[in-house]
């Protein structure tokens, strides 16, 4: 069975930085692309970005130039690397494999952006 760990989440101030990281046990992420996600009560389950097999991250335009990926398949982990926080990024975020979702969602990891 397929479980995501999401962690690293936390408050932080505006214009902080934070890295989450996602632990993947029961699969092997080097042979899937890997995604991030968030999601607030008020939203839908929001994308972020996308990591692809050879480590290349497609960014959601909304996010470009605060935040990146990367994965390390020897380990079994992406990160997302989030710069320049602002109080709107406040939310639960989530990682997955994409296109076909693994069953299972983790918990997901909180991060607050407040002064």
């Known amino acids: 069975q397929v479980q995501l760990v999401e962690s690293g989440g936390g408050l932080v101030q505006p214009g902080g930085s934070l890295r989450l990281s996602c632990v993947v046990s029961?699969?092997?992420?080097?042979?899937?692309?890997m995604a991030w996600y968030r999601q607030t009560p008020e939203k839908q389950r929001e994308w972020i970005a996308t990591?692809?097999?050879?480590?290349?991250?497609t960014t959601a335009d909304s996010f470009k130039g605060r935040f990146t990926g990367s994965r390390d398949n020897a380990n079994n982990t992406i990160y997302l690397y989030m710069n320049n926080l602002k109080p709107e990024d406040t939310a639960v975020y989530y990682c997955?494999?994409?296109?076909?979702?693994?069953?299972?969602w983790g918990e997901g990891t909180t991060v607050t952006v407040s002064s």
């Open positions: 990591i692809t097999i050879d480590g290349f991250t």
């Open positions: 029961g699969a092997t992420v080097s042979t899937s692309r």
């Open positions: 997955n494999r994409v296109p076909e979702f693994f069953p299972s």
